[in-house]
């Protein structure tokens, strides 16, 4: 009977230790992800938990049906982040990364750079383009990564004249992304 006790005492202090820690590791992320001037955002609708950081000022549209929407003040610039279920399917990061460029190039879109990056730590291929829509040029940042069982996008894009003014911004956000991997 003894053995029982000490058996259930010993779960029952795990799962406190466990908590705590995970607590204190949940107030520590927040904190470094938190820095002076922006906003911390939690996002969580079906198959989607995500947290970051967005300048204040910035305009969050984010919802349910469009994920997450953020606009510069002057609501010329649009960072967007989602997250499209693979349903199981046998997918490498590549090989979407290669159809998803073929749909941008058929759009239009002109690759300055691709190269290897993380979001939320996991290995992602960022990439700058160009798109022309009518007569104005817009310019592109865009992260993909395959994560669990989601093929998830960031970007933002801007008139290419007004880019680089966000670029700093937008490389805080990106850097503060977290993913939460549902098992």
Known sequence: MEKKYVFIFLILLILVFNLTAKAQNTESVLEKKNPEGYLFYHYS????????VYPKGWI?????????????PDSIGVAMLLGTPLF????????????????????GAVFQEISSATLSGYPAIKAFHTIKIGNSLYQYVRYSALIGDMFYTFSFHAPANDF????????TIIDSVTIKVFE
Do not use: C
């Not at 609708?45 to 970051?52: E, G, N, Q, V």
């Not at 969050?60 to 510069?72: H, V």
């Not at 199981?88 to 190039?105: F, H, I």
């Open 45 to 52: 609708y079906a198959f989607l938990d995500i947290s970051l």
């Open 60 to 72: 969050n549209y984010s919802s349910q049906e469009r994920g997450i929407l953020i606009y510069t």
């Open 164 to 171: 680089q003014k966000y670029l700093t911004e937008i490389l």
């Open 88 to 107: 199981g399917e046998d997918y490498t990061l590549e090989k979407l990364w290669a159809e998803n460029m073929e749909n941008l190039k058929s759009g």
